[in-house]
């Protein structure tokens, strides 16, 4: 036993592995004590055995690996990782425990998986535990049989899941080991319990003597449902739960509430497998089933049953399945075979489920009308048919189409109809059947139990009874008004059955009743605790409705209901109940009337009543009037006294004072007295009489008023408009009308029935009586208060003049609210006036168009229509689409039916012809405007093939398809659309722009929604994978989806959607989700109510209502604007309860006045830029929408409340849009006061108006725009510059209101662009703009040209974006546009730019069609401008509006742009003349009309002036002094105006000049400071310009092309030398990046230009490498060889490219050492990238050499790899510098180079070049290095830039580049001798062309770039140089045109070309003043 102390001292996870297994024996055990021990579950012992536990289980000794099992199963439940361990040691114990023969080890075994499943591990042990049933080893298959029925015995069927069990059941049947079928049996059993009959179809196919065993197994089962008894550890609470029942005796009632919890209803069909069956169809079906032979079809029909008998079919497309079925059922004379087609649709229908939904409206219409059979089979096949559809769908889909049939006059469809709504209201509930869908249902079925035949009554009274007890009394009594008793008792009596049908599952009574049960799904009735109350109240008035129905028949008008609500909440004035039951009161006869008036009036009174005195009958009156003052309500007898009223004389009373005493009563008995109907029927003719007289108007005003408020407005004005109609009297028709515009004000619109109203003011309008049209149309604009635009509708077939008017009368009310109702209210009781009026007013609006008159067009979607619609030839197809197009725009508003177009139109959106595909989408657009709501039931089969198209991979078709979509959300609303699977098969597409516009779109519409449907969590496994997908894009709209999926389902259900990924995918979403979860908005609110509600309960029904909106954001009562006069200061504020009127005005002002003395706007440090970073970092959602969602202003608002005072918030986001103009007003005042304010805030300012923007009311809007416009004049005073930011989120939508209808808007908006551009680019507003053009609004487009044109008239081409060609192309498409102004302003537009560019115009437009061409050409004609040489206000505007671009836009690398303007004016005034404060800006003080004038007829740039102080130069006395006068004003202006000489020499840059243009850039170029703005992108695009021109082979043609190409060349110098070394490096390798990419487009001379500068720069490196930010370039390096990998690059023609990398890096490697490798921060993934490892390779490679020494000392160090850069890169440059010396062009600059890079390295060797090259040609090198030497000593200090050499080549490097020496101030201290100018004006005379150098051979392109060259330092005498030149230049000008202005002649580009003559006269002019200044020098 020696060894066994060498295992007893081992630890014990040690001896755990120990290969001896009496040590593992021993160390399982101590581990057990050990786990048992451990009581914090998180300790670090557990990780310790994460890896050995599968050891434990798997031992191969039995004893050990009994222990190893107890072990794990203690470290399962105690350690909190052990979940990790779950797949491995469930796999080892399902394969190496069940098989051991010991019990103890299986138990064990089973033991351990359950103690996974408690620890949240269900899936992985059940997958293994499936696994297991596929083992060969037959124990092991029992033993994970029996763990999974106890698993599912404990932990139920919610957490074990059956599907896939179940799946394996009938495999496990048919096992040849008997122990495996009696388990299996066990199991079944098991499942029995907790699905019960679910289980029944998938076993269906086992043996028939199992199934029998199994069916009396089951029938054992206990009924009682079962219980989950073990708890997951996250069930804990209910763990404990059920320990308390336990111990309380398992006490039933307790568990009853769980039970809904224990036990899912499991679904059979979701346990089943889906069979795919259209596959399997006959062949021939489709022939066979048209065949002629009954027998034929039957046979057909006898497949399809077979097949849809399976229970779950595969989705698909059934379309042309379903059409032949429905035909046999619409038209087979075999009813056997209607009968058979029926049975197919019932069984397609129930295995499909929700995806047969689509089809269901196909079908429904005509299954009903075939109720027609009277055949008991065919009826009941049909009603099974139904029925089954009708799960399939909702019953608002389909409504329509039983709706039409309700009418029928055949009583079996009637009865059939009524019976099928009964069994469908069944399975609804509340929410399912509201009121709106209620209202039509009951309308139709309240005719039907009126039918004469007996079966449609009682049908009827079953599907009302029915609809009462689904929705409940309070819904569905509304309806009921005008039922009488004994019909609303049996109808009570139907609804009592019906609970029955409820209560037990499958109820007798609906099986006798239709022969089938209601299946498993008892509808959720509402018999809950708060109807049985309102059932209680609303019964007791039942027996009072025993009056017939009022004579107004039909459907009852909706506003009865609210006095039948009413009664529902009786007991809110007690008053109440018995006036309600006297609406309805029988006429009296004139006798009893007699009576009961001699009972209550003096008898005097009566007998003078008809007295022929007057006098006597005034006095009659009197008595009468106070006889009716003084009676009680309940004894008034209305309607006696009415008819005593209107006895003889009654309404034909001659005396005014009488009639209107005789009014007054009325209205007095109205208002006192519970006035019926009846009553107002006996005196409202006569009212309606007097209504117009003069004197009594006013008084029968107020009696009809009385009247309405007792009877309801909406059946009074129907009497009064129709009476007054009925008479001829205009007067009265008038007064009529006004009277009822002032009621509805004042009764507000609840349950007016439009469609009456509307043929009498039709009438009206068409009166012949000025004063009736003019009331007509006063009533129309109060109706459009109500029902908006819907109403003009009606109207479009007027005569223009009178729909003008309309229209005008319109757009008065545009943007007003509609009033508070005053009255009517009191009528209702508060209660319902809350909730009944809320829903009364919703309906309003749809109720409008519901009543609009809609075409049927389904006559004229003939087959020969279809069929043109599927033609072959595209161009058929075409005619076919144009014509439903016609069809559709005839007909306006279409009814729902539209036969077969649907069909023909879903097979057009996969069209090949990607033009008859967006036709289709338009006209599925125009289709879902006419349909309107009625669209809905075409979502399925029409709406979901749209979104398909949002897949296309063509921009303008997905753009078109998501407008269709969104055409159609409008009018559906989006339940529709998220219900069923279609959506998530969408999106489970794998095609990215399909998932990203889907995404995008639901991302939209999904933060709107209050709810949305359960299926919407069907897309969130697809919504994961978009999570991971390939594309970038769909990745991010994904993400962007994800907090609105979750605002909807909750984080937990998206969390437990993931338990389905992998576990690294699974990762990643749950981080997303939790990221998510930060960002999820609020569910929004339910809408708030309109302020036309009553607001609070009773107590407030008289208090004049308080916008809702305005209590919530806590605003006094002022704010909220109450009529003083009623209000009773309960609404908002406290202060002021209980102070009346006046008062409570006045404190709050007081109050108010106090707060808002501070300022506005307050000024946050850094605030803005802070809100820039967070939107650039998504933080906040970006400003970007088609309208404003809420949480775009809940955002601003946040935003705003920290930097705008809070009394001004309050108004800005006020709910009423007049408080937004005292906001506006207020924001005026201060404009000018809190300059610095505004400037912080104008973000969000401008985001602000943006929303006023989206406002439909005209006076906000009119006011924002007169505060941008004072805005921008302030903000260009201030010379502040919009930032892209504050440009981005406010532009887009000012363009949108250039569409505006109202032209002064468009003046305004207009005004304010051009003001815009002052203080953002133009070239930058020209886009915002370009995009306005695309706009739908035929108006927008037609101004944003307009606009595009002045644009390019005040600045030339160069504002066009991106290229002028690219801006004209897309210009000219507008010229064919539909509408006339857009065509005219596209023509208008080019023409301008044709005036500014000439017919170079044509060139840049394109190709375009021979109409739109000849168009064009006759308007350029017609305009018959010459082109000038340039725009005229280019100089003058220029300046201003450009200086922004090129130093604002780099600013804003740096920040905001204000630095500049605050720089620019420091600078300006440090000047030596101080700028006056004068209006005009600054920019303007150049004299540039004199300058203009000067030029005479062509214009030249450089100011005449210079000439002035020419002599300044020839003053001896000037030349030494360090501070020389320059020659220019404008150069004197660089120190002390910098602007607007910046703005000048810019101004220069955008010249038409080609020669200006280089010397202003070279200007620009010249100062460092300014140089070193150029940004990135400029650089970039300056470069590109610079190269291309050199390249361009027409320059050659030009005279001075070589002159220009030369001067671009130094240009190019200069920029690379002076600008941002960082910047320039970037710009370069992009721009070789994208030639590279672009070698078809680009000569390849391009990228060898753009290399040759990057050599360039890499020789400036060793000075610069200090200044340059090494991360970006080496971000940027990585970039590129991301796009070229080494492989990619070595594959290019020429080898240039992957050298000229090569010796970048080894360049910047060779400077910075080991260091770079820390510069490599910007890179993402460096570990991925090939520059990292080529870096380490070129280290590793330098440092073998260089020893590691080199970093002791970095100066040395870094000299040191300097001098031994890599031999590689020596022979490199060698190489190269030996090459130019070989080729004959460069051979000097060669010798040049070599030359200096001797002196630089001079160890280099060069002997191995010279070794193999020829004698002669070695002697030549050292000669010419001799040469050089000699040269550049003798030259001494005064080196020139090129020496003679490049002089006699003829090219001129700017005196910059050798010159440190000879700047002026220069280090020695000596000062400069004028030979120093001479040499100068040697180069500038061979600049003019004036030496005598050969002309023609035109130097190389490349040999000014490779010139090593020092940075310059800038000098006075650099000016002075520039300034000759120019001088030079301009000089020679002038004299050319004085000399031969007959050869004046402009080139293309408007140069003007110096001739020889005006050179040669410049020769001696020349030569004179130099001889003068030799003369000097002496």
Same mark, same amino acid.
């Given at each position: ?30 581990? &057990? ?262 027998? =034929? ?166 599907? *009302?009874?029915?609809? &009462? ?293 039709k009438t009206a309008l068409a009166a012949t009586n000025p004063a009736v049209r003019t009331s007509a149309i006063t009533l129309l604009g109060v109706m459009y208060l109500y029902v908006g635009p819907p109403l003009r509708m009606f109207f479009e077939d007027e005569k223009p003049a009178l729909l003008s008017q309309i229209d005008a009368e319109f757009e008065k009310m545009q943007g007003q609210t509609a009033p508070v109702p005053t009255r009517g209210i009191s009528r209702h009781s508060a209660v319902v006036g809350d909730d009944g009026e809320e829903e009364e007013q919703e309906d309003v609006g749809n109720d409008v168009v519901d009543l609009l008159p809609r075409t049927d067009i389904g006559d004229k979607i003939t087959a020969e229509l279809v069929s043109k619609i599927g033609d072959k030839n595209w161009k058929i197809r075409k005619e076919g689409l ?39 989408? !338009? ?80 991302? =939209? ?105 305005? =209590? ?68 906040? &959602? ?48 201060? *404009? ?32 924002? *725009? ?259 006068? !320059? ?91 002076? !600008? ?155 190489? =190269? ?84 020496? !000879? ?116």
């Open positions: 036993m020696g060894d066994d102390s060498e295992w007893m001292k081992l630890p014990i996870d040690q001896k755990c592995e120990h290969k001896l297994w009496k040590a593992r024996l021993n160390g399982y055990e101590e581990a &057990l004590k050990l786990f048992q021990k451990i009581d914090d579950e998180k300790s670090p012992e557990w990780s310790k055995y994460l890896g050995l536990i599968k050891k434990f289980v798997t031992d191969s000794n039995a004893v050990a690996q009994l222990k190893g099992l107890e072990a794990a199963l203690a470290y399962i439940e105690n350690a909190h990782v052990a979940g990790k361990t779950t797949g491995e040691v469930a796999s080892g114990v399902v394969n190496k425990v069940f098989n051991q023969p010991k019990a103890r080890a299986k138990e064990l075994g089973v033991d351990i998986c359950l103690m996974y499943i408690e620890i949240e591990k269900g899936e992985a042990v059940q997958e293994e535990l499936l696994k297991g049933l596929d083992n060969k080893n037959p124990k092991i298959i029992v033993a994970c049989i029996e763990t999974l029925r106890k698993a599912l015995s404990e932990f139920g069927s919610k957490i074990i899941s059956l599907k896939p069990i179940i799946k394996v059941l009938p495999k496990l049947f048919e096992s040849r080991e008997k122990a495996v079928r009696d388990e299996a049996k066990l199991l079944a059993v098991e499942i029995y319990r907790w699905i019960r009959d679910a289980l029944r179809p998938p076993l269906q196919n086992i043996n028939s003597v199992q199934l029998k065993e199994l069916e009396e197994e089951w029938v054992k089962v206990a009924s009682a449902a079962p219980k989950q008894t073990r708890f997951l550890r996250s069930q804990q609470e209910l763990k404990a739960k059920f320990e308390q029942q336990q111990a309380a005796g398992g006490d039933v009632d307790g568990g009853d509430d769980d039970e809904e919890e224990a036990v899912p209803q499991v679904d059979a069909y979701e346990l089943l497998e889906a069979v795919e069956i259209l596959s399997k169809l006959p062949k021939d079906f489709y022939e066979k089933i048209e065949a002629k032979k009954w027998q =034929e079809r039957k046979e057909a029909l006898e497949a399809v049953e077979l097949l849809v008998k399976n229970p779950k079919l595969e989705a698909g497309d059934y379309a042309d399945l379903v059409k032949v079925l429905k035909k046999v059922v619409g038209k087979d004379t075999n009813v056997m075979l209607v009968a058979l087609a029926a049975k197919c649709l019932a069984g397609l229908a129930t295995g499909l489920r929700k995806k047969f939904g689509q089809y269901a409206g196909h079908v429904v219409p005509t299954i009903l009308e075939k109720f027609k059979e009277k055949k008991p089979q065919v009826v009941q096949a049909l009603q099974e048919a139904i029925d089954a559809i009708f799960l399939t769908t909702t019953l608002q889909n389909i409504s329509e189409d039983i709706l039409a049939v309700m009418d029928n006059k055949n009583p079996t469809i009637k009865q059939q109809t009524s019976l099928f709504i009964a069994r469908s209201f069944r399975h609804c509930t509340p929410s399912t059947l509201p009121k709106s869908l209620l209202k039509p249902f009951c309308a139709a079925l309240l005719k039907h139990i009126n039918d004469s035949a007996p079966e449609v009554r009682d049908a009827g009274f079953e599907a *009302l009874g029915t609809a &009462l007890k689904v929705a409940g009394e309070k819904a569905v009594n509304p309806f009921l008004a005008d039922v009488d008793k004994l019909k609303l008792d049996r109808i009570k009596e139907c609804a009592e059955k019906v609970e029955l049908v409820g209560g037990k599952k499958t109820g007798g009574a609906t099986e006798k009743k239709e022969g089938r049960p209601i299946s498993g799904k008892a509808p959720a009735l509402s018999g809950t605790g708060g109807d049985k109350e309102t059932k209680d109240v609303t019964t007791k008035p039942g027996p009072l409705k025993k009056a017939p129905a009022v004579k107004s028949g039909g459907p009852p008008k909706k506003g009865k209901p609210a006095a039948a609500a009413g009664m529902g909440g009786a007991g809110a004035k007690g008053k109440k109940g018995p006036e309600t039951k006297e609406i309805f009161e029988s006429e009296l006869s004139i006798e009893v009337c007699e009576e009961k008036a001699a009972a209550v009036l003096p008898a005097s009174c009566i007998q003078q009543l008809d007295s022929g005195n007057w006098k006597e009958r005034l006095a009659c009156m009197e008595e009468f009037q106070k006889a009716v003052e003084l009676m009680e309500r309940s004894e008034m007898p209305c309607q006696a006294l009415v008819r005593m009223l209107a006895k003889k004389p009654g309404w034909k009373e001659t005396n005014f004072q009488v009639m209107q005493m005789k009014l007054h009563i009325v209205a007095l008995i109205a208002q006192k007295g519970n006035f019926s109907k009846t009553s107002a029927q006996v005196v409202l003719d006569g009212l309606v009489d007097k209504v117009g007289d003069v004197k009594c108007g006013n008084n029968a005003k107020e009696a009809m008023t009385a009247i309405a408020e007792a009877c309801q407005l909406p059946w009074t004005a129907e009497q009064v408009v129709a009476m007054a109609f009925s008479q001829k009297n205009p007067k009265n028709q008038s007064e009529t009308l006004n009277w009822l515009s002032n009621a509805i004000k004042e009764f507000g619109f609840s349950g007016l029935n439009v469609k009456a109203f509307i043929s009498n003011v144009d014509e439903v197009t016609s069809i559709i725009n005839d007909a306006k508003f279409i009814e729902a039916n539209i036969g077969e177009l649907p069909a023909a139109l879903k097979s057009r959106l996969n069209d090949s012809n990607k033009i008859l595909v967006q036709q289709t989408l !338009s006209i599925l657009q125009q289709l879902a405007t006419a349909m309107g709501p009625n669209i809905k039931q075409h979502v399925k089969n029409l709406g979901i093939p749209v979104i398909t198209v949002l897949g296309d991979s063509k921009n303008n078709v997905r753009a078109a398809a998501l407008a269709t979509v969104n055409a159609w959300v409008e009018q559906t609303g989006m339940k529709e659309w998220l219900e069923g699977e279609d959506l998530s098969e969408e999106l489970k597409k794998e095609n990215p722009f399909l998932r990203q516009e889907l995404l995008g779109w639901l991302a =939209e519409k999904l933060p709107s929604l209050r709810s949305v449907p359960s299926d919407l969590i069907l897309c969130v496994p697809h919504l994961y994978s978009c999570l991971e997908d390939r594309n970038g894009d769909v990745r991010k709209k994904a993400q962007d989806a994800l907090p609105f999926f979750m605002m909807h389902l909750g984080f937990e259900k998206m969390a437990k959607a993931t338990t389905k990924l992998k576990p690294t995918s699974k990762d990643q979403v749950l981080a997303m989700l939790e990221k998510a979860k930060a960002n999820m908005p609020a569910k929004p609110a339910p809408p708030a109510k309109a302020s036309s509600r009553v607001v609070g309960g009773a107590a407030a029904a008289k208090l004049q209502p308080v916008s809702a909106l305005a =209590e919530d954001s806590g605003s006094n009562t002022l704010e909220s604007r109450p009529d003083p006069k009623k209000s009773k200061a309960g609404g908002g504020s406290s202060k002021a309860k209980g102070v009346q009127g006046k008062k409570v005005l006045s404190k709050p002002i007081l109050k108010e006045d106090d707060d808002k003395s501070g300022p506005i706007f307050i000024i946050v440090p850094n605030g803005k830029e802070q809100r820039m970073k967070d939107e650039k970092g998504l933080k906040v &959602l970006k400003w970007n929408f088609t309208t404003p969602r809420d949480e775009y202003i809940e955002q601003l608002k946040t935003q705003m409340s920290s930097c705008v005072a809070k009394w001004l918030q309050d108004e800005m986001f006020h709910a009423d849009f007049q408080h937004h103009n005292k906001a506006l007003a207020v924001m005026i005042e201060h *404009l000018e006061s809190e300059k610095d304010g505004v400037i912080s805030c104008l973000d969000l300012i401008l985001k602000w108006l943006t929303l006023r923007f989206f406002d439909t009311n005209t006076s906000v809007l009119m006011k924002a *725009l007169e505060y941008l416009k004072l805005l921008f004049n302030l903000l260009n005073q201030e010379e502040y510059h919009l930032t892209e930011n504050e440009a981005s989120s406010f532009i887009p939508y000012l363009i949108l209101k250039v569409g505006e209808p109202k032209d002064v808007i468009r003046r305004d908006v207009r005004a304010i662009l051009n003001r815009m551009c002052l203080i953002y680019p133009a070239s930058k507003m020209f886009t915002f703009i370009m995009e306005g053009t695309k706009s739908k609004n035929s108006k927008q487009r037609a101004e944003c040209l307009e606009e595009l044109g002045c644009l390019v008239e005040s600045y030339g081409m160069n504002v066009c974006q991106p290229t002028p060609g690219k801006a004209l192309k897309e210009m000219a498409t507008h010229i064919g546009d539909r509408d006339n102004t857009v065509r005219n302003a596209a023509l208008n537009t080019i023409v301008t730019v044709y005036n500014v560019h000439g017919d170079q115009v044509f060139k840049l437009i394109g190709n375009l069609s021979e109409k739109d061409m000849s168009m064009l050409e006759e308007r350029i004609k017609r305009s018959a401008k010459r082109p000038s040489a340039a725009p005229v206000r280019q100089v003058e505007d220029k300046p201003q509006r450009v200086q922004n671009i090129n130093t604002n836009a780099n600013m804003l690398r740096k920040g905001p742009a204000e630095d500049m303007s605050s720089k620019l004016n420091q600078n300006r005034n440090i000047g030596n003349h101080s700028e006056t404060a004068h209006t005009v800006p600054r920019e303007f003080q150049l004299d540039l009309d004199e300058i203009e004038n000067d030029n005479g007829t062509v214009r030249c740039e450089m100011p005449a002036l210079v000439q002035h102080k020419l002599d300044d130069i020839f003053e001896p006395v000037l030349i030494p002094e360090p501070k020389i006068r !320059s020659v220019s004003p404008h150069f004197d202006d660089m120190h002390s105006n910098t602007a607007s000489t910046i703005n000048f020499v810019i101004s220069q840059v955008a010249s038409g000049d080609i020669n200006t243009s280089i010397q202003a850039l070279a200007q620009l170029f010249q100062i460092e400071s300014l140089a070193r703005e150029a940004s990135t992108g400029v650089l970039k695009d300056l470069m590109h310009g610079l190269i291309t021109l050199m390249l361009d082979s027409r320059v050659e043609d030009l005279e001075e092309g070589e002159q220009v190409i030369r001067s671009v060349n130094l240009l190019v110098v200069k920029v690379l030398e002076k !600008s941002d070394q960082t910047n320039i490096f970037s710009a370069l390798l992009v721009l070789l990046q994208d030639s590279l990419l672009a070698t078809a487009s680009q000569s390849p001379k391009f990228s060898e230009l753009v290399m040759k500068c990057l050599w360039r720069m890499v020789r400036l490196l060793p000075e610069t490498i200090n200044s340059i930010n090494l991360d970006r370039i080496l971000l940027d390096i990585h970039i590129f060889m991301k796009v070229f990998p080494k492989e990619k690059l070595k594959q290019c023609k020429s080898d240039l490219p992957i050298r000229t990398l090569k010796t970048l890096l080894h360049t910047l490697c060779k400077l910075k050492g080991p260091k770079i490798l820390d510069h490599l921060t910007m890179i993402d993934n460096k570990n991925e990238s090939e520059l990292e490892a080529h870096l380490r390779r070129v280290m590793k490679h330098s440092m073998d050499k260089t020893g590691s020494k080199a970093d002791k000392d970095t100066e040395k160090g870094a000299s040191r790899i300097e001098e031994k850069a890599s031999k590689a890169k020596v022979n490199d440059i060698l190489a =190269e510098i030996f090459k130019k010396i070989g080729s004959k062009e460069n051979t000097k600059e060669g010798l040049a180079e070599l030359y200096e890079y001797k002196k630089k390295y001079s160890d280099a060797d060069i002997e191995p070049f010279l070794k193999n090259s020829s004698q002669f040609f070695q002697s030549y090198v050292e000669r010419g290095l001799r040469l050089i030497e000699t040269e550049r000593e003798g030259k001494g200090r005064i080196a020139t830039s090129t020496g003679i050499s490049s002089q006699m080549e003829g090219t001129c490097v700017p005196a910059s580049t050798h010159t440190v020496s !000879s700047s002026i101030g220069n280090t020695n201290g000596e000062e400069v001798g004028p030979s120093v100018y001479l040499e100068r004006l040697k180069i500038l005379r061979q600049r003019c062309g004036l030496d005598n150098a050969k002309q023609e051979d035109r130097p190389p392109l490349t040999s000014l770039l490779s010139k090593p060259a020092l940075p310059t330092v800038a000098s006075s005498t650099d000016m002075l140089h520039s300034k000759l030149s120019q001088l030079r230049e301009s000089r020679e000008q002038y004299q050319h045109l004085d000399l031969d202005s007959n050869q004046t002649h402009s080139s293309g580009i408007g140069t003007t070309l110096a001739s020889p003559s005006s050179a040669a006269a410049n020769i001696d002019d020349l030569k004179k003043r130099l001889e003068r200044i030799k003369s000097s020098r002496k």
